[in-house]
């Protein structure tokens, strides 16, 4: 009991503040920190000042319970942290806290990177599925093009033709059975290469191989051979391939296919567009006059198997183009064709090529007329042969020009061309009649005249389009517009005579 009352005893040390004696007394009991706080008060200080207690020789001690008891002749001393301590204690706090923000900035910009890293993955994974995707896409239409291919030469007119092609021999399709003979065969005259350049030529004089020749030798002149690298075989084997795939209709055959050719070959010439325009251009507008009326049916709305249509225009889709037409389609099957022809470019520019082939294939389709001659109509003020749209328009509009272009010619060539038309024209009327479908009056026999057919279409498409084309190319004036205008007064003249017969 004695040793337990004696633990409570208090105890008691001598403080030096300042050189004044204080005693400080405190229970053995109490904390370390509320002796801190003891000897704080007692030395003037705040309460939570970080304090050292030392003694006579400057010795450090502790300060807890057990603090030894001294007398008032040896008094501690409180002693605040020096202003050097506390600087070095800031610094090294304030060293801690800017290592802690680097650490944290870094652990942020980790994150950051983090969800960087993940959003570029999640994008990488979408466009690799999407390209998946395309490439299935292109894949299957390959197939389908395939397929099309293999079609096209079961025709039975096709695979009876003893000489060129062999329907068993697959993949080969378009390819001639007996190659064609590498020296010349034909060998045109000066008189012919000259005529060639102009509207006078006469279209009827010539036989399919000696056409052939002409063509050849006009991808020869324009220097489309040269600048295309393209092997002069392969040119000839091609030709020949767009030769056997235009049927003989009575108006859209291979004939036409000349005509519009030739005549687009005169334009190059007469509008002196060699300074004005590219060889690229020439390649692009030849090749899509020898190939516009590819495998046209010789009616409008053609009802080709359902599958070639879908195929073009997914094709058509896969390159961004609208709409399709049956030359489109055949242009389409021998498109690996024409890559041996445009050897020289690679797999972005020839489909660049093939897009600007199929822009003016589809621009010579007679629905799109206004729009087109709209486009070029309020472009032809201002021309710009260096802004690409401009010289696109151009190249649509003389396309359209070509494809219209039998009554520029002479009477006697053009003439013949009308009764071709409507040939056609009645072929198809007659047979929606059998079939009991309604008959465009322009197509029927029984209301349609030679005079009455040409006089509006001369006068309403033909003269508005080439006076339009005149503006940006004088020169077509006396050799183009004026037989337009000469043709009108033909047939308004025929147009009297008939009158006057029916009145009589
Ligand atoms: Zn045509």
């Given amino acids: 009991m004695g040793s337990a009352s004696s633990s409570y005893v208090p105890k008691t040390i001598h403080l030096d503040v300042e050189g004044k004696p204080q005693k400080v007394v405190f229970s053995r009991h109490c904390s370390p920190s509320d002796i ?24 450090i001690i502790s300060i807890d319970p057990t603090v030894p008891s001294n007398s008032p002749s040896s008094p501690y001393r409180v002693i605040p942290p020096s202003a050097g301590q506390l600087g070095e204690k800031e610094d090294l706090f304030r060293n801690v806290l800017t290592q802690v923000a680097d650490q944290l900035s870094r652990a942020f910009r980790i994150n950051e990177l983090k969800t960087e ?63 064609v003979p590498s020296y010349p065969k034909y060998t045109l005259s000066k008189e012919t290469i000259e005529a060639l350049k102009k509207p006078t030529f006469d279209v009827w004089h010539w036989e399919h191989n000696e056409m052939l020749s002409c063509l050849e030798y006009m991808y020869h002149d324009l220097g489309l051979v040269k600048e295309f690298n393209m092997n002069p075989i392969t040119l000839k084997r091609w030709l020949i391939s767009i030769q056997e795939n235009y049927r003989s209709n009575p ?10 050719t030739q005549m687009m070959y005169g334009m190059i010439h007469l509008c002196n567009l060699q300074e004005k325009l590219t060889l690229n251009d020439f390649g692009i507008l030849m090749t899509a006059a020898v190939c516009h009326d590819l495998d046209h049916p010789g009616y409008n709305n053609a009802f080709e198997p359902i599958i070639l249509l879908q195929t073009a225009y997914k094709y058509a889709e896969l390159q961004n183009t609208e709409g399709s037409n049956c030359s489109l389609i055949l242009f389409i099957v021998i498109a690996s064709p ?101 008959v465009a009056p322009f197509m029927d026999r029984d209301k349609v005249t030679k005079p009455t057919a040409q006089i509006g279409f001369i006068k309403f498409v033909l003269i508005p389009m ?30 009297q005579i008939e009158d006057a017969m029916t009145e009589v």
């Fill in 36 to 59: 801190k706080e003891l000897l704080c008060s007692s030395a003037g200080l705040p309460r939570n000042t970080s304090i050292m207690l030392v003694d006579r020789d400057g010795a």
């Fill in 117 to 179: 890293v993940t959003n570029r993955l999640a994008l990488l994974e979408k466009r690799v599925e999407l390209e998946g995707l395309k490439v299935v896409e292109i894949e299957k239409c390959k197939n389908d093009l395939k397929k099309l291919r293999d079609e096209l030469t079961s025709r039975s007119n096709r695979a009876n033709c003893p000489c060129k092609y062999d329907p068993l021999d697959d993949g080969k399709k378009l390819t001639p059975r007996r190659d």
């Fill in 251 to 260: 108006f859209h055959n291979f004939r036409h296919c000349f005509c519009v």
């Fill in 338 to 438: 024409l890559q041996e022809i445009f050897l020289k470019l690679d797999n972005l520019s020839m489909e660049e090529e093939m897009q600007a082939i199929i822009t003016l294939i589809l621009a010579t389709d007679m629905a799109r007329h206004g729009e087109i001659l709209d486009s070029f109509q309020q472009k032809v003020d201002h021309f710009d042969f260096t802004n690409d749209e401009d010289v696109t328009c151009l190249k649509m509009v003389l396309i359209k020009c070509c494809d219209i272009s039998n009554e520029v010619r002479p009477t006697d060539v053009a003439e013949p061309w009308v009764d071709c038309l409507l040939e056609e024209y009645f072929m198809q009327s007659d047979r929606e009649k059998i079939e009991g479908l309604p």
């Fill in 466 to 495: 080439f006076e339009t084309v005149m503006k940006l190319f004088p020169q077509i004036e006396e050799v183009m517009v004026q037989p337009l205008r000469d043709s009108r007064d033909h047939y308004e003249e025929l147009k």
